[in-house]
């Protein structure tokens, strides 16, 4: 299933993730793509709240670590890859891609443009955030489970 969401603010951008974040069953990949300042870090934040990290507002890009590990109330392993200042889809494979998909697992990949071509053959979500105004964001979900409604 795809959806079209337009947000009005950051709030909306991690109340959007929210819902996404409370749908998760594990195994579930997150590609989010989009610009810088485009939202993708609020959206992320907004599905480590819905997953049930208690605190989720520290969910940050892990630009210089490459991945940060959360474990949520809910059981589910939350992986939070950030592929900016990967140089190439081996430095992705060589964080351990792999090794984070099972199925208590969430990956979330933040500037997935970069590696997307990695992801071919895997189901996977896609998110795209896009400008439309100084705090609006057009945000596109394709490919949802059909156990996430929004």
Same mark, same amino acid.
């Given at each position: 299933?795809?959806?079209?969401?337009?947000?009005?603010?950051?709030? !909306?951008?991690? !109340?959007?993730?929210?819902?996404? *974040?409370?749908?998760?069953?594990?195994?579930?990949?997150?590609?989010?793509?989009?610009? &810088?300042?485009?939202?993708?870090?609020?959206?992320?934040?907004?599905?480590?709240? *819905?997953?049930?990290?208690?605190? /989720?507002?520290?969910?940050?890009?892990?630009?210089?670590?490459?991945?940060?590990? #959360?474990?949520?109330?809910? *059981?589910? @392993?939350? /992986?939070?890859?950030?592929?900016?200042? &990967?140089?190439?889809?081996?430095?992705?494979?060589?964080?351990?891609?792999? @090794?984070?998909? /099972?199925?208590?697992?969430?990956? &979330?990949? !933040?500037?997935?443009?970069?590696?997307?071509?990695?992801? !071919?053959?895997?189901? #996977? +979500? =896609?998110?795209?955030?896009?400008?439309?105004?100084?705090? =609006?964001?057009? +945000?596109?979900?394709?490919?949802?489970?059909?156990?996430?409604?929004?």
């Amino acid at each position: 299933m795809d959806y079209d969401i337009v947000s009005n603010s950051p709030h !909306e951008t991690i !109340e959007t993730g929210t819902r996404i *974040g409370r749908q998760l069953k594990g195994s579930e990949i997150v590609a989010v793509c989009g610009a &810088l300042g485009s939202g993708k870090t609020h959206l992320i934040k907004g599905i480590a709240r *819905g997953a049930g990290i208690e605190n /989720y507002e520290h969910v940050n890009s892990p630009t210089f670590v490459m991945v940060n590990e #959360y474990t949520a109330s809910s *059981g589910l @392993d939350i /992986y939070h890859v950030d592929a900016y200042r &990967l140089g190439s889809l081996e430095e992705f494979e060589m964080l351990g891609f792999d @090794d984070f998909c /099972y199925p208590h697992s969430v990956v &979330l990949i !933040e500037w997935a443009d970069k590696i997307e071509p990695a992801l !071919e053959g895997i189901d #996977y +979500i =896609r998110a795209e955030l896009a400008h439309s105004g100084e705090s =609006r964001r057009n +945000i596109r979900l394709e490919n949802l489970p059909g156990h996430i409604v929004l």
